[in-house]
């Protein structure tokens, strides 16, 4: 390892430190009321079992905020276990809430996985390849102990979406999720979203997966991302998910170059609207997918409509009524 490489991990370190020392609970537990409500939209019944992993997994799964230092870069607090309740609001979803075990079997019919890290920007080659090939692996792992038609919603740094596919090389991770799930959609937090911290300025996506269901007569494609390309005028991949959907990004997206004479994308919400814009987001994923959603509604990306969305679980009574009235502020332009 040269020294320039030397003095990125060393600034990564230093980036962590300030992230898992910086409070987040408020936007965890707005993001939690968000992820819950849309689950329960989705078609989540009353009673199923969620697990959630990852930073902040004690507010997002509705308890007391609770302390769990990390033990290195890259690990996650303790996950915690609840059962979705008969009626909303956030925090009376959850049904006892517990610390899971070790090794928490399932199935459950929600997960959600909270990257450690999601709002860093890593620069060293050794903390960027491992935060890619660990989200990876907690998908997978998360899908493979998802109920049929169950829920994985996964919070986490924007790379995660905007390297994927950049070149033609053969090196696909997305293809085990894609043999399991579908991708229902994203949205993407601004920078400092969920902490103030001057290191914690990367914009993190909200992104949806749902299991296939047994009865679902799939043509075998698996999971297909969107492609990235280059952001015009600058040295940045992002994913071309965000280009139809310009309301899905919460803030307007920037290059910066930082003192490493590198490029990173920030996204810019200098008057704190994000949280009325990401209800409307969601809101339009749920009602394309949700389970009367009619073909040709469908957003996944370069995947038809599954035959096997009306045949789950009704959407839950009342559910349109839990929404805050919606926010009458303009998208910010590209």
Not at 28 to 48: D, E, K, M, R, S
Not at 67 to 96: D, L
Not at 162 to 180: K, M, V
Not at 224 to 248: C, D, F, K, L, N
Request: hydrophobic residues 35%; contains cysteine; proline residues 10%.
């Amino acid at each position: 390892m040269d020294r320039y490489e030397e003095r990125l991990v060393e600034a990564d370190r230093a980036a962590m430190t300030a992230h898992s020392r910086a409070d987040a609970t408020s936007g965890h537990q707005f993001l939690a009321g968000q992820i819950w409500h849309t689950a329960q939209a989705l078609g989540v019944p009353a009673g199923a079992d969620v697990l959630v992993v990852g930073s902040g997994s004690a507010q997002l799964i509705g308890t007391t905020p609770v302390t769990h230092p990390t033990a290195n870069m890259w690990e996650g607090s303790v996950p915690w276990q609840a059962q979705v309740p008969p009626r909303w609001p956030y925090p009376a979803y959850t049904v006892n809430p517990q610390p899971a075990a070790g090794r928490a079997r399932g199935p459950f019919a929600v997960q959600v996985i909270s990257q450690v890290g999601l709002d860093v920007h890593v620069r060293s080659l050794a903390a960027w390849s491992y935060q890619q090939r660990r989200f990876h692996e907690d998908l997978t792992t998360a899908l493979e102990k998802s109920t049929p038609g169950g829920l994985v919603f996964a919070l986490a740094n924007h790379s995660i979406l905007d390297s994927a596919g950049l070149d033609n090389s053969a090196h696909t991770p997305w293809e085990r999720a894609g043999q399991t799930a579908d991708f229902l959609g994203a949205a993407r937090l601004p920078s400092h979203a969920l902490r103030a911290e001057d290191r914690c300025d990367a914009p993190a996506d909200l992104m949806i997966f749902r299991r296939h269901s047994p009865r679902s007569d799939r043509p075998g494609t698996g999971l297909v991302v969107p492609r990235s390309q280059w952001m015009p005028g600058a040295g940045i991949p992002v994913t071309t998910y965000y280009r139809s959907r310009r309301e899905h990004v919460l803030g307007l997206p920037m290059a910066r170059t930082d003192q490493w004479d590198l490029e990173q994308l920030t996204v810019i919400d200098t008057k704190r609207t994000w949280q009325n814009r990401l209800p409307r987001v969601l809101d339009q994923i749920t009602h394309a997918h949700a389970p009367t959603a009619r073909p040709g509604t469908s957003s996944s990306i370069g995947i038809s409509p599954t035959p096997w969305l009306t045949s789950q679980a009704p959407t839950r009574a009342g559910a349109e009524t839990d929404r805050p009235a919606p926010a009458t502020d303009p998208v910010p332009p590209l």
